[in-house]
């Protein structure tokens, strides 16, 4: 898999050029099955130079950003560096969701029962369905900050539309595997949600939808950033919390204490994000208008 290396405000010589191409080379070899696709973008702004690779795996991703005052290489030489720990770090974690028997060998989702392009059980289709019906109301537990809705773009690897696909990294429910390696990749969680909330949600949603037979839509087939006929996930976190707000599921799930004390956080930090005048606002309005 060749390397897309380009530069912005900088010229991309071809020492650097060979140099990215050995070393992301290495680490690819060692910590990746299946890659997809390399990116490298090396970029100078204000004085800094920032270097960012991101690497797309079949089953894992990486994606590192370094930067340096001194000099691209030195923002190369971090972000080669921390791309090591980080892809070792991410071959190590369990991305997706297994749900397996009480003893733990067998998996629930192993099934012969034809589902779009997959074969699984019952429990995994009404898992996913009660799983799909639920996100939008608990979406504030995996994306608790203003912040965090930043990322539900196109393009960006994060879901905008809620739907499910075989092995699709642009929905937002990503099936992968087969057999007792068949799994849901749920794209939606950000690396700033609380683990133990996004798997309270995930768990209440998905048994919900076993518990109710619950089935979920087709399988989509295509772009799900290029649809226009999908449910959407939340685009801020204030429709987030009026959708958890208006939830009688969640109250049910979690109780009513779990819900308000949660809903007075998020309106806490949506509030003071409010107020809070950042440091763009006063370059673009006090120092340009």
């Not at 140099?19 to 290495?26: G, R, V």
């Not at 290489?73 to 028997?101: C, E, S, T, W, Y």
């Not at 996930?233 to 779990?258: C, K, W």
Request: charged fraction near 25%; proline fraction near 3%; charge should be neutral.
């Amino acid at each position: 898999m060749a390397t897309e290396i380009t530069g912005r405000n900088f010229e991309v010589t071809p020492d650097i050029r060979k140099l990215l191409e050995t070393k992301i080379a290495k680490v690819q070899d060692r910590l990746f099955d299946d890659v997809i696709d390399i990116r490298c973008v090396l970029q100078v702004q204000k004085y800094r130079n920032i270097c960012e690779i991101l690497i797309v795996g079949k089953d894992h991703d990486v994606k590192v950003i370094q930067e340096s005052d001194e000099s691209m290489q030195d923002a190369i030489n971090l972000a080669l560096d921390h791309l090591k720990r980080q892809a070792q770090k991410n071959r190590k974690k369990i991305r997706d969701h297994h749900r397996k028997d009480g003893n733990g060998r067998k998996s629930m989702f192993d099934g012969k029962e034809q589902l779009g392009p997959i074969h699984c059980s019952t429990t995994f289709r009404w898992f996913l369905g009660g799983w799909m019906k639920h996100l939008r109301e608990l979406f504030a537990f995996y994306a608790p900050y203003p912040a965090s809705y930043k990322r539900y773009v196109a393009g960006s690897f994060a879901p905008t539309g809620i739907a499910w696909s075989h092995d699709n990294r642009t929905a937002g429910f990503r099936i992968v595997g087969s057999g007792q390696s068949l799994r849901i990749e749920c794209r939606a969680a950000g690396a700033d949600a609380n683990a133990y909330l996004a798997f309270a949600a995930t768990l209440a949603a998905g048994l919900d939808g076993v518990a109710n037979e619950i089935e979920p839509p087709p399988a989509f087939e295509g772009d799900v950033y290029a649809a226009q006929d999908l449910p959407h996930v939340p685009h801020t976190l204030n429709e987030a919390i009026a959708a958890l707000e208006q939830s009688a599921f969640a109250r049910t799930a979690l109780g009513d204490d779990v819900v308000d004390h949660y809903l007075h956080f998020f309106k806490t930090e949506q509030r003071k994000f409010d107020a809070a005048v950042t440091d763009w606002e006063r370059r673009r309005y006090f120092e340009q208008a």
